[in-house]
Structures are given as structure tokens and as C-alpha cells.
């Protein structure tokens, strides 16, 4: 299995930007579709993002569309989720997440098996 750890988590007001990273070791990134999800307190854990192993396919949701950016560099091992004009509501721990199932429903949650530790990202109003 690839090991992630992400980094890049923290503290910003509404409207603000970060960039959360998530590093691969173990296994060549390049193999996997990645996704990034998140977890707010008393709620389930939702997929915001996703990226296809070739890198070609993107998938994000409602909630995010046109705040959040997926990338991918596979030289580097590393997967990233840009996340700008923050909300509150956006304040949860995230997590990166990789499978190597290459269906074309690569966004599809349960396919999803290597999990990181998880970053806290908090958005004050």
C-alpha cells in the first residue's frame, strides 16, 4: 500500500487560501487516482475532490466547484488541493486518500483504500 501524510493545514479567515499537501511513499504516485476528503465535526466524511491516475479527469464537488483546484505531481509524489475564497463552513479535518482501481468511476468513495492521518483546516467568519 502507498503511505500519504498531508500537511499544509491551519487557521485562516473567510476568504482566504490555502494549500494542503499530501505526500506519497511507498508505492509510485503515478499508479493511483487520489482524493482529497474532508470531515467537519457530527458529520459524515465527504469527497470534495478527486483526481484520475493519468491525471487527465477531475472530479469535485457542488460545494467546492470553482474554490478548489486538484493537482498532481507525480515527480514530486505529491498531490495538492489549492482551496481559495474559504468559508466557515469549509472548516473540517481533510484528508488525503489513493486507490489504484482504474474504472472510470476513479471518484467513486468506496474505492478509495490508503488513507493519511488527516489536517485540521479551520475557517473563522
Known amino acids: 500500500q502507498v503511505q500519504l501524510v498531508e500537511s499544509g493545514g491551519g487557521l485562516v479567515q473567510a476568504g482566504g487560501s490555502l494549500r494542503l499537501s499530501c505526500a506519497a511513499s511507498g508505492r509510485i504516485l503515478s499508479a493511483y487516482s487520489m482524493g482529497w476528503f474532508r470531515q467537519a465535526p457530527g458529520k459524515e466524511r465527504e469527497l470534495v475532490a478527486a483526481i484520475r491516475w493519468t491525471g487527465a479527469s477531475t472530479y469535485y464537488a457542488d460545494s467546492v466547484k470553482g474554490r478548489f483546484t486538484i493537482s498532481r505531481d507525480n515527480a514530486k509524489n505529491t498531490v495538492y488541493l489549492q482551496m481559495n475564497s474559504l468559508k466557515p463552513e469549509d472548516t473540517a479535518v481533510y484528508y488525503c486518500?489513493?486507490?489504484?482501481?482504474?474504472?472510470?468511476?476513479?471518484?467513486?468513495?468506496?474505492?478509495?483504500?490508503?488513507w493519511g492521518q488527516g489536517t485540521q483546516v479551520t475557517v473563522s467568519s
Open positions: 486518500a489513493a486507490h489504484n482501481d482504474y474504472r472510470d468511476s476513479y471518484f467513486y468513495p468506496n474505492l478509495f483504500r490508503s
